[in-house]
């Protein structure tokens, strides 16, 4: 049960979500103080992720409690949720009265598919990023992007960077650093190919190629319900 006085998150779970999007951010809210966080989903079903990792939810839409804040997790599960009512109406109903409402990766397309990004500045996975003005919201190429009660991450490992950017808003900068260095989250890839701009011509290229069907499959059913 919730307790009185607790910042309220709720972080959506679909069939197909990116395990990551959701248990980065997760790590670093949950270690928010004063703060409760319920994994939310259509039934209380296990829901099993992009690769098979299975994550029981903590409560359902229809028992979800008021939110603080509403979280969306991307995946390529997003793409057929992106009509499905019954959760697009839960992220309205929460997202009118949320204090912030955000994302994290392709997420952001299901906020957009929900109404919630018409003219706001927003972030995505990279090979998404064309896809938001479709839902009226304007792609900003960021790590995170805050506009007004709005904040978005881009893709994947973003989540982290993004929940730190959540703890430092509500709670200040020391309480993000503190949890920052409780994960010992200090990136040191081993290569430089964790963006666009940076990886290889033919790193980037083939991630494109194998990609390609399925963000087709993406843009089809965004134009078909935009």
């Known amino acids: 049960m919730t307790k009185e006085g607790e910042f309220v998150i709720g972080m959506v ?22 703060t409760r966080v319920y994994l939310v989903a259509a039934s209380m079903a296990p829901v099993r992720t992009e690769w098979g990792l299975t994550i029981t939810p903590d409560v359902t839409f229809d028992d979800a409690p008021p939110l603080d804040m509403l979280c969306v ?3 390529w599960g997003v793409d057929a949720r992106l009509d499905d009512e019954r959760l697009l109406g839960f992220l309205r109903l929460h997202g009118a009265h949320a204090r912030y409402v955000t994302s994290v990766c392709s997420g952001a397309l299901l906020l957009g598919a929900a109404g919630l990004l018409r003219g706001y500045r927003a972030t995505t996975h990279w090979l998404s990023l064309d896809l938001l003005p479709f839902f009226g919201a304007e792609p900003v190429d960021e790590r995170v992007v805050i506009d007004r009660n709005r904040i978005t991450g881009g893709g994947v490992t973003a989540g982290i960077d993004f929940a730190l950017v959540v703890a430092s808003e509500l709670f200040g900068t020391d309480v993000a650093q503190r949890i920052q260095l409780a994960i010992e989250y200090r990136p040191a890839p081993p ?4 963006s666009p701009h940076t990886a290889p011509d033919e790193v980037r290229q083939a991630v494109t190629r194998a990609s ?8 089809a059913i965004i134009e078909r319900i935009t």
């Open 191 to 194: 290569f430089e190919s964790g």
């Open 73 to 75: 997790p991307g995946g």
């Open 13 to 34: 779970l679909f069939e197909g979500v990116t395990q990551l999007d959701l248990t980065g951010p997760y790590e670093v809210l949950a270690r928010m103080p004063q």
């Open 212 to 219: 390609a069907a399925t963000l087709a499959r993406r843009r």
